[in-house]
């Protein structure tokens, strides 16, 4: 483990919940010394205690540890607030509906940034029938390659993982697709909104400022 809590995180969420050092130390069967200790780095709680302490808080342990605490919204998330996080030592990809704290190889990993596609991502989204057709005009070199593309709805989520020399391209069933992701091993996450009007082109728009400019005329148009 390379990470332990903190004298600081246990006051603030002590603190938080207007909690005494003394109510803490009843709850644990400690004494209020120990925990005023803890708070000064003075000592550190042993390590069966770390779940009672979580517990008196209201979190879990991981959060506990990395002093970072989740707002519990996610009892009512849902796919659209889908957060991705790749693992820079060994590309293990996850995802999580809302708020998490997770860790690979040691490495507590940060949620991908999302940005729009771009002149080096373009994506084309065509309508095959009940299915998207997913295409990005990208690389797929060893040193350069798109890793998964993904297609999320309210309800779920359909993720595809490439590889390097393959083609960057899957397909996902329509069934009420809202927004398609993919990841550059190098440059991130991007995303593009499926719009009425533009998933059931023909063909995708190579020119990223046309593309968009259309993307808000339909939702004018459709909502």
Same mark, same amino acid.
């Given at each position: 483990?390379?990470?332990?809590? !903190?004298? !600081? ?32 780095? +003075?000592?550190?709680?042993?390590? !069966? ?6 517990? $008196? ?15 519990? $919204? ?25 708020? $998490? ?15 729009? #596609?771009?002149?080096?991502? +373009?994506?084309?989204?065509?309508? %095959? ?11 797929? !070199? ?10 999320? #709805? ?5 993720? %595809? ?13 329509? #069934? ?40 808000? $005329? ?6």
């Amino acid at each position: 483990m390379n990470q332990y809590v !903190t004298g !600081t995180t246990i006051k603030e969420l002590r603190e938080q919940r207007k909690m005494t050092q003394l109510q803490l130390a009843e709850i644990l069967g400690v004494s209020d010394k120990t925990v005023s200790k803890w708070e000064t780095a +003075k000592g550190y709680p042993d390590i !069966t205690l770390l779940e009672p302490i979580a517990d $008196a808080f209201g979190v879990s342990v991981p959060e506990l540890i990395s002093g970072h605490q989740i707002k519990n $919204a996610n009892v009512s998330a849902n796919m659209m607030r889908s957060k991705f996080y790749v693992c820079p030592a060994c590309g293990n990809v996850l995802h999580s509906m809302g708020e $998490a704290v997770i860790h690979c190889h040691g490495i507590q990993l940060l949620p991908a940034e999302t940005e729009l #596609s771009d002149e080096k991502h +373009k994506i084309f989204i065509e309508r %095959v029938e009940d299915e998207y057709y997913v295409r990005i005009e990208h690389d797929m !070199t060893k040193q350069h390659y798109i890793s998964f593309i993904a297609a999320v #709805s309210s309800d779920r989520i359909d993720m %595809v993982k490439l590889y390097p020399e393959g083609n960057p391209e899957a397909r996902f069933k329509i #069934s009420g697709v809202k927004k398609i992701y993919f990841y550059c091993n190098r440059d991130g996450l991007f995303s593009m909104d499926v719009v009425k009007g533009i998933d059931d082109k023909e063909s995708g728009y190579d020119n990223s400022q046309e593309r968009r400019e259309l993307e808000r $005329a339909a939702e004018i148009l459709f909502g």
